[in-house]
């Protein structure tokens, strides 16, 4: 018997004793598995994260070196890139910018929502699988106390302590499905957060070249000289 042969009875096996809640939740992991594996690979694919480029175009356009900051855009691996470089064609060949800032963000929101796709199927296993193996839980301690009383006065402990056991097994396979789906999802949700923050950020700098803050010290300074002259 080979390796696969032996997993398939295992998992033949283990859907046996859990029953069908068991069969449901294996299959709610290979599909969470299936959609995290996915996303990465988009993720990747997209550049997120790898912001380094954007930064030092956004920085030459700050300086005003247009067409070296679009240069350096087209290098980056980042899918906000063809996004910031067309912003910046846009500012430079049109004088009325007029509802152009609104245009380019809404672009920006719809291409990070396709960065968004499949969490709600993630949130949803996250939050069904422990749902699900408590809901199995209750339908085995149902089934071991029934074939309690059908015993009589003949009870055996090891039948009841066999069929809670078998009962707890599926909140174990829930809670097993729900935590590490939760904190994949969290994750990835929080690297489309950095995009968005980096999107935003981005388009206002496009939009308003070098306005640029001090770093907090002075400007902490120029707060309080602000004060002291108003007094």
Known sequence: MNLFERGRDAVASFIDTGGPVVAI??????????VILFKMWQFYAAGVGRHS??????DLWDRGSGTAAQDTLSTSP???APLLSGAMTAVVGRKDTT?????????AQAQLTKLENGFRLLDSIAQLAPLLGLFGTVLGMIEAFRQLQG???SVDPSLLAGGIWVALMTTAVGLAVAMPTSLL????????AAERIMADTSLQR???PGVLLTDAKDVATDVQKAALHAG
Request: net charge positive.
């Open 25 to 34: 939740l294996l299959a709610m992991s290979v599909l969470s598995v299936a």
């Open 185 to 192: 999802l969290t994750w990835l949700e929080s690297r489309v």
């Open 206 to 208: 496009i939009f308003c």
């Open 151 to 153: 015993a009589g006065s």
């Open 53 to 58: 480029r954007l930064n030092a175009a956004l």
């Open 78 to 80: 980042n899918h906000l």
């Open 99 to 107: 509802g152009l800032p609104n245009r380019i963000e809404a672009s």
